[in-house]
């Protein structure tokens, strides 16, 4: 117990500046450098091992090192200090969402030593900390995205609906980590990339890490941003594109819901797909209706029931307007607003009676669904008019076939979904839009691809992220082995992950 008053931010600064703390925690106006562990020991030296595959050395006191620098009104300068370097790979994969799962599965499988770094507790992004439980543009994909709906099979994980493979995203994690550590991926979760570094030649050198391991360094031959946002690339100092031209607007957010408790046969006019097959109107028109009837106007105007098997459901049926998805106050608004409506929905429902009458809500994502963050300049950048003329590359890598898809921006919302500008025709991807243009050493994976506004709201879906990560995984391995850069890598050697 003290009897000292806590300070705010100017007198705390004011103190430090003045070298007030002396001794112990605080000495000669900045935060010492004093290295403890719980019991206040001496940590014992810096542990030799030399940089070796996936070798982990330093001490796992780290997070005992106080952090050392200067604290002013405004900001507060870090000192420079040391910071260990926890692998060396040949393929380093930062995120691990549909793009960053296929992108090291196939760098492991094409026999890179491969890392994938994940800030979430399961791999799968939007597939599985998302919850959305609904996979499009995947049935024309050959590599991983086929075989990953035959093994979904063969668990009994799911069923095709219409254009959409629809699956539990709870078994859904066991099986893509299982498939990660057959290949003999490294794993890290939670765990944030927060920097990168390159050398002198604008190649990238390393990736710098934060978890409860503290600050970390992985170093690679080849990095693959997968983290949806862009964010590895942003950090490397890659130049990007962001929202609708002019406005920089993304499209809104989504959280998703599972609920359970009713019967598919009962809630047939509510669901998508079902409300057309079995000639009961259509499921969006009439569980909007629904819901206006048990008093909840949803934020989104085209609110849907997945049925993932009779009796439980994937609910998505709110939109956050104007979010930015590199803003943390404004992802955890979203978040809790998001949250807060969902329950709202499903505990109006239930109040309703009728089919509801059992209805409980099993879970939201953890992670809030977002369509869209930084667009990273590439080498090529896929336009409006590859989707108007049905562009094929020499060097496609894959064929997206789902067509323009823009959720509403305006909170207003007349529409859901904005009207197409155009009519699309299926476009292949070509691997030059997966290689960054300003950095060496990186390539792209998944919605972070460099695009256009209207070509992005297309190709974003997650069949296109798989076979995405599947190429950029095979070019990095190749450029490994070959000691070329991942740009450098003709497409002949890429063996069989050409456009379907
Ligand atoms: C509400 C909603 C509905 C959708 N509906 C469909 C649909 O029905 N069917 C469909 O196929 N697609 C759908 N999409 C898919 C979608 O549009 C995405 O484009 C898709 O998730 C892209 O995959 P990705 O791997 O690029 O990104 P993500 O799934 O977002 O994965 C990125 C991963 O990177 C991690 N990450 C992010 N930053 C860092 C960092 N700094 N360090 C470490 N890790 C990091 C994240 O935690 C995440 O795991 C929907 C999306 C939303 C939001």
Not at 376 to 396: C, M, P, Q
Not at 479 to 491: N, W, Y
Request: charged share 25%.
């Amino acid at each position: 117990m003290t009897n000292e008053q806590p300070l705010d931010r100017r007198q705390f600064a004011k103190r430090l500046a003045g070298g007030a703390f002396a001794g112990g925690a605080f000495a000669g106006g900045a935060f010492a450098q004093e290295k403890v562990n719980p019991q206040n020991r001496p940590l014992p030296p810096r542990a030799t091992a030399s940089k070796a595959d996936g070798a982990v050395f330093g001490t796992n006191d780290r997070m005992h090192v106080r952090t050392s620098g200067t604290l002013g009104d405004d900001w507060f300068t870090e000192d420079a200090r040391e910071i260990p370097v926890v692998g060396d790979y040949d393929v380093i994969v930062c995120g691990a969402g549909p793009a960053g799962f296929a992108a090291a599965l196939a760098a492991a499988r094409s026999g890179a030593r491969t890392a994938l770094l994940e800030v979430h507790g399961c791999v799968g992004g939007v597939w599985t900390a998302g919850m959305l439980s609904w996979i499009l543009d995947a049935f024309n994909k050959r590599g991983i995205m086929a075989e990953l709906l035959e093994r979904l099979e063969a668990q009994d994980n799911g069923r095709r609906v219409q254009s959409a493979w629809v699956y539990h995203p709870e078994p859904m994690k066991l099986l893509l980590e299982d498939m990660l550590v057959e290949a003999g991926v490294r794993i890290r979760l939670f765990t944030r990339v927060v920097g990168a570094v390159a050398d002198g030649k604008n190649r990238l050198a390393a990736v710098l890490t934060e978890s409860k391991s503290g600050r970390e360094v992985w170093t690679a031959k080849n990095f693959i941003d997968a983290t949806g946002d862009g964010d590895l690339a942003a950090q490397a100092g890659c130049g990007f594109d962001f929202g609708r031209p002019g406005d920089w607007i993304t499209q809104p957010m989504s959280l998703m819901a599972l609920f359970h408790g009713v019967r598919t046969d009962d809630i047939a006019p509510f669901v998508n797909h079902l409300a057309e097959a079995r000639d009961l109107g259509r499921g969006k028109v009439n569980f909007l209706a629904e819901l206006r009837s048990a008093g909840i106007d949803p934020s989104y105007g085209g609110p849907s029931i997945f049925e993932i098997h009779d009796g439980l459901y994937a609910m998505m049926a709110n939109h956050q307007y104007n979010v930015s998805a590199i803003d943390a106050d404004d992802m955890t608004r979203a978040t809790l607003e998001a949250r807060r409506e969902n329950h709202a929905m499903i505990q109006a429902l239930r109040k309703k009676g009728g089919p509801w009458k059992g209805l409980e809500i099993l879970a939201t994502g953890e992670q809030i669904g977002t369509r869209e963050g930084r667009r990273i300049h590439g080498r090529y950048s896929v336009t409006d008019e590859d989707l108007k003329n049905g562009a094929r590359f020499d060097d496609g890598i894959c064929n997206v076939r789902f067509g323009i898809d823009v959720h509403s921006t305006d909170p207003g919302q007349t529409k859901a979904i904005e009207s197409k500008p155009f009519k699309s025709k299926p476009y292949d991807i070509p691997l030059r839009a997966l290689m960054a243009k300003d950095v060496d050493g990186l390539v792209l994976a998944g919605r972070c691809i460099s695009g256009g506004f209207i070509a992005h709201s297309s190709y974003r879906v997650t069949g296109n992220s798989v076979a995405m990560g599947e190429a950029a995984g095979v070019a990095c391995a190749v450029a490994a082995r070959e000691g070329v850069l991942p740009h450098e890598v003709p497409f002949s050697e890429l063996g069989a992950i050409a456009a379907g």
